[in-house]
């Protein structure tokens, strides 16, 4: 695994944390919730408010979204390092004959 590779893998392993804390969880949930709710409570035509708030709520998604993204690569990480052990593996055991 080289130091990029290294790097994203930790900082996978961080995510998989967060994503695993009830607290955490429940804080973003809320947080989307609040902000969904602000926007169907601001009047419609005040635009720049609506907006502000859909902006904020993206933003919170987009967090999120990096979040899931690198525990999935982390995953993905993880499956290839077995897979390549096993074909390790099987090397050998062709030494072996």
Request: aromatic share 6%.
């Amino acid at each position: 695994m080289n130091e990029l590779e290294q790097q994203l893998y930790e900082r996978g392993v961080h995510a998989d944390s967060l994503l695993r804390q009830e607290l955490f969880m429940q804080t973003i949930h809320e947080m989307s919730a609040g902000l969904l709710e602000a926007i169907a409570d601001t009047d419609p035509k005040d635009s720049k408010t609506r907006e502000t708030y859909y902006y904020m709520h993206r933003g919170l998604k987009d967090v999120m979204g990096t979040i899931v993204k690198l525990s999935q690569h982390r995953e993905q990480l993880d499956h290839e390092i077995v897979e390549d052990e096993a074909e390790l593996l099987s090397d050998d055991d062709m030494l072996d004959l």
